[in-house]
């Protein structure tokens, strides 16, 4: 596997599992359905968006909300909304799609600002319910983003967003924080040639088990090995 099947949401998992990315190489099983607290957690993000989206129209703000991708492959979808960050009539635009070095995401919002005189930019903003502070999953979500959206428009932008769960917005600059991001891409695209099916890695309980593609499977060899995170109720028994 290459960076060209990698998402925000699969660098995520591979920070708190790496063992999620050792299946992923090795192409284990398609995706499964989430559980109902996936579903959840799911559910309440979109609704957590959606206010973000109303407090911004509140406020005044012209927001575009992107047409959907209907028949178009992901590539094709975001080449076509390139477009929508020339209208000079909008502050907002809402689920952007962006591709860059074959990662693909969307953002949650890229809000346009004054940067340099006359000039405008646009920050990526992503809505997370986390309630305290932002994880570095969701930091290396929005690097990506601003990213993306330099390789668009020429320049960086200065800062990039997270909307929590409490009403809070935490940002960062994006000079501090794009290092950090190259330098774990960097780490992410070795072990995606190959390294990291020849290094041992177990399936572990972590925050991300609720949200893999890979949950059953690692689940399958707990119950099989009799594992002790049943004994230490990580996991729920039957």
């Given at each position: 596997?290459s960076?060209?099947?990698?998402?925000?949401?699969?660098?995520?998992?591979?920070?708190?599992?790496?063992?999620?990315?050792?299946?992923?190489?090795?192409?284990?099983?398609?995706?499964?359905?989430?559980?109902?607290?996936?579903?959840?957690?799911?559910?309440?993000?979109?609704?957590?968006?959606?206010?973000?989206?109303?407090?911004?129209?509140a406020?005044?703000?012209?927001?575009?909300?992107?047409?959907?991708?209907?028949?178009?492959?992901?590539?094709?979808?975001?080449?076509?909304?390139?477009?929508?960050?020339?209208?000079?009539?909008?502050?907002?635009?809402?689920?952007f799609?962006?591709?860059?070095?074959?990662?693909?995401?969307?953002?949650?919002f890229?809000?346009?600002?004054?940067?340099?005189?006359?000039?405008?930019q646009?920050e990526?903003?992503?809505?997370?319910?986390?309630?305290?502070?932002?994880?570095?999953?969701?930091?290396?979500?929005?690097?990506?983003?601003?990213?993306?959206?330099?390789?668009?428009?020429?320049?960086?932008?200065?800062?990039?967003?997270?909307?929590?769960?409490?009403?809070?917005?935490?940002?960062?600059?994006?000079?501090?924080?794009?290092?950090?991001?190259?330098?774990?891409?960097?780490?992410?695209?070795?072990?995606?040639?190959?390294?990291?099916?020849?290094?041992?890695?177990?399936?572990?309980?972590?925050?991300?088990?609720?949200?893999?593609?890979?949950?059953?499977?690692?689940?399958?060899?707990?119950?099989?090995?009799?594992?002790?995170?049943?004994?230490?109720?990580?996991?729920?028994?039957?």
């Open positions: 596997m960076l060209e099947a990698l998402s925000p949401t699969v660098i995520t998992g591979w920070l708190e599992c790496e063992h999620s990315l050792t299946l992923r190489l090795k192409g284990s099983s398609a995706p499964q359905a989430f559980g109902d607290f996936a579903d959840l957690v799911r559910d309440k993000g979109t609704a957590h968006e959606e206010a973000v989206l109303a407090r911004y129209e406020e005044g703000l012209r927001v575009l909300r992107v047409p959907g991708k209907g028949d178009h492959s992901f590539e094709q979808w975001a080449q076509n909304s390139v477009a929508l960050l020339d209208q000079p009539d909008i502050d907002v635009i809402y689920q799609p962006l591709v860059w070095n074959g990662i693909k995401g969307v953002a949650d890229l809000v346009k600002v004054k940067a340099d005189g006359n000039y405008s646009w990526p903003v992503d809505a997370k319910l986390a309630r305290s502070e932002g994880k570095p999953g969701h930091l290396l979500q929005i690097c990506f983003y601003a990213e993306a959206v330099e390789s668009l428009v020429g320049a960086p932008p200065k800062q990039m967003h997270l909307e929590l769960g409490s009403g809070v917005r935490e940002s960062y600059r994006f000079e501090e924080f794009g290092p950090y991001w190259r330098r774990m891409k960097l780490e992410l695209s070795r072990a995606s040639e190959g390294g990291a099916v020849d290094v041992a890695t177990e399936p572990e309980p972590c925050k991300f088990c609720d949200y893999c593609d890979f949950q059953k499977i690692c689940e399958t060899q707990w119950r099989k090995e009799d594992s002790l995170v049943f004994v230490a109720n990580l996991l729920k028994a039957d």
